[in-house]
T-cell receptor, first 110, second 117 residues
Framework: QQQVKQSPQSLIVQKGGISIINCAYENTAFDYFPWYQQFPGKGPALLIAIRPDVSEKKEGRFTISFNKSAKQFSLHIMDSQPGDSATYFC?????????FGAGTTVTVRA | GAVVSQHPSWVICKSGTSVKIECRSLDFQATTMFWYRQFPKQSLMLMAT?????????EQGVEKDKFLINHASLTLSTLTVTSAHPEDSSFYIC?????????????FGPGTRLTVL
């Protein structure tokens, strides 16, 4: 049973465009929401993370928007680059235990 | 900082044999580590929580007698897949909580690809 629902499953964006990935959760005990980037054959790497008392966090080209009342959060990748082509996972954490979304494969076309 | 390593990165074994995978926190201590399994084109699924000095706790549906976990020190956890079968072929990844500014941050190892013939 997936505790975090993620969409879309995949997306294609042109270089310089914006990629948007959405996630939703049900368990209100979750208190930490990270996003991970994973390249084929590699472990996930932390991209950006947010706590539920913050509605938005921006780090470079990556922004998390968080809607606590709707139990939804999203990742925006601005000015997408070919090097951003990877699989992105949202996750939710309680007591250090992470529940991952299904993943979104992002392809950035040059 | 906050580097987690795994060894080996890739292992091939015959059905029925046991395989040991090591997870090390290189520049920090980790009293807790986590083990995940990832099948091709799927998400990461938490298998178990490894606790230094005590027994591991397993997620529902994970066979604790098949996936033996030992947290021998504050920087090393091992996962042993016993009597491996082809359906155990997967990508095994460990993680450890770090303290790089944000609590709850998990740092992941590079993963170990297990192929059981």
């Amino acid at each position: 049973q997936q505790q975090v629902k993620q969409s879309p499953q995949s997306l294609i964006v042109q270089k310089g465009g914006i990629s948007i990935i959405n996630c939703a959760y049900e368990n209100t005990a979750f208190d930490y929401f990270p996003w991970y980037q994973q390249f084929p054959g590699k472990g996930p790497a932390l991209l950006i993370a947010i706590r539920p008392d913050v509605s938005e966090k921006k780090e470079g080209r990556f922004t998390i928007s968080f809607n606590k009342s709707a139990k939804q959060f999203s990742l925006h990748i601005m000015d997408s680059q070919p090097g951003d082509s990877a699989t992105y996972f949202c996750a939710a954490s309680f007591d250090y235990k992470l529940s991952f979304g299904a993943g979104t494969t992002v392809t950035v076309r040059a | 900082g906050a580097v987690v390593s795994q060894h080996p990165s890739w292992v091939i074994c015959k059905s029925g044999t046991s395989v040991k995978i090591e997870c090390r926190s290189l520049d920090f201590q980790a009293t807790t580590m986590f083990w995940y399994r990832q099948f091709p084109k799927q998400s990461l699924m938490l298998m178990a929580t490894s606790n230094e000095g005590s027994k591991a706790t397993y997620e529902q549906g994970v066979e604790k007698d098949k996936f033996l976990i030992n947290h021998a020190s504050l920087t090393l956890s091992t996962l042993t897949v016993t009597s491996a079968h082809p359906e155990d072929s997967s990508f095994y990844i460990c993680s450890a909580p770090g303290t790089a500014g944000i609590t709850d941050t998990q740092y992941f190892g590079p993963g170990t690809r297990l192929t059981v013939l």
